[in-house]
């Protein structure tokens, strides 16, 4: 669980990072490296979220709705839908790791 929770906010903020980088106009080099860092925050969830598909599948679509939550930060039209878009994505990890709180308790 915790692996997870970690894995989503080191995602959402590369995320949020990348964004506010495009939103900006900054050059190819720099949207370069945060698309790198991107890509490997994002492939840190996935074996975190599978394994608590497998082992504990009630927490299943709580853990889908964070990462997704975190994946919507792509694209934001401006830094205002971009930051509504994290607040979302943090309170979906929040609802995540209540769920397993409650579930665990």
Do not use: N
Not at 25 to 37: I, S
Not at 51 to 73: E, G, H, N, T
Request: glycine share 2%; hydrophobic share 55%; proline share 4%.
């Amino acid at each position: 669980m915790t692996a997870l929770a970690s894995a989503l906010a080191t995602h959402r903020r590369a995320q949020f990072v990348r964004e506010e980088l495009r939103l900006a106009g900054a050059d190819e080099a720099r949207l370069e490296a945060a698309r790198a860092e991107l890509h490997a925050t994002r492939s840190a969830i996935e074996t975190p979220r599978v394994l608590v598909a497998i082992l504990v599948p009630v927490l299943a679509p709580a853990a889908d709705a964070a990462a997704q939550a975190s994946y919507a930060l792509r694209g934001a039209p401006d830094a205002d839908t971009l930051a509504a878009l994290r607040q979302d994505a943090i309170s979906a990890t929040k609802a995540f790791v209540a769920a397993a709180a409650h579930h665990f308790a």
